[in-house]
């Protein structure tokens, strides 16, 4: 489901309910920077970026859908954290998966310390679905667009955006 877009955003890997029909990129994976790729203008972006902004204490989002199953991924930055989490729903039936590891960032960069990673999963007959979050050690960088934050992997192109909470 996500490509560059999570490796920048934490290194992080999001997948839900196994689908040998899922589009996958050269790499394997599947490709959110297409999806995203025009998202910073977004009506919900509008406004003017406040210069003395600062990410500590914010909360982020960004919504997608793939092969039917649609995903909320979220990151809140507070007291020295970063909390990811992916919500996944399909056929009415939703599983979030949290992690929160300890960071440090300042002014333009977030630097992830630890690694970690959760896993929800819904079994029954004729149903399955894995919800899945994890983070690795890296580093990104970031700018606010409007009311947006921009997220970058040092020296790549491709970039995220992601809205307010």
């Given at each position: 489901?996500?490509?560059?877009?999570?490796?920048?955003?934490?290194?992080?890997?999001l997948?839900?309910?196994?689908?040998?029909?899922?589009?996958?990129?050269?790499?394997?994976?599947?490709?959110?920077t297409?999806q995203?790729s025009?998202?910073?203008?977004?009506?919900r972006?509008?406004?003017?970026?406040?210069?003395?902004?600062?990410?500590?204490?914010t909360?982020?989002?960004?919504?997608?859908?793939?092969?039917?199953?649609?995903?909320?991924?979220?990151?809140?930055?507070?007291?020295?954290?970063?909390?990811?989490?992916n919500?996944?729903?399909?056929?009415?039936?939703?599983?979030?998966?949290?992690?929160?590891?300890?960071?440090r960032?300042?002014?333009?960069?977030?630097?992830?310390?630890?690694?970690?990673?959760?896993?929800?999963?819904?079994?029954?007959?004729?149903?399955?679905?894995?919800?899945?979050?994890?983070?690795?050690?890296?580093?990104?960088?970031?700018?606010?667009?409007?009311?947006?934050?921009?997220?970058?992997?040092p020296?790549?192109?491709?970039?995220?955006?992601?809205?307010?909470?």
């Amino acid at each position: 489901m996500m490509k560059f877009v999570l490796a920048a955003l934490v290194a992080l890997t999001l997948t839900a309910c196994s689908d040998s029909n899922s589009k996958k990129n050269k790499n394997g994976s599947d490709d959110l920077t297409e999806q995203n790729s025009g998202a910073e203008n977004d009506y919900r972006c509008a406004g003017n970026t406040d210069p003395s902004q600062n990410i500590e204490g914010t909360s982020w989002y960004y919504t997608f859908r793939s092969n039917q199953i649609d995903f909320i991924l979220s990151m809140d930055v507070y007291n020295g954290y970063v909390t990811m989490s992916n919500e996944c729903s399909l056929q009415g039936r939703s599983l979030t998966a949290r992690v929160s590891v300890p960071a440090r960032y300042d002014h333009r960069t977030i630097e992830v310390l630890s690694r970690d990673s959760d896993r929800r999963s819904i079994s029954e007959p004729g149903f399955n679905m894995n919800c899945d979050v994890s983070v690795k050690p890296s580093r990104m960088d970031y700018a606010f667009k409007g009311r947006c934050l921009i997220l970058t992997q040092p020296g790549a192109k491709d970039r995220l955006v992601l809205f307010p909470k």
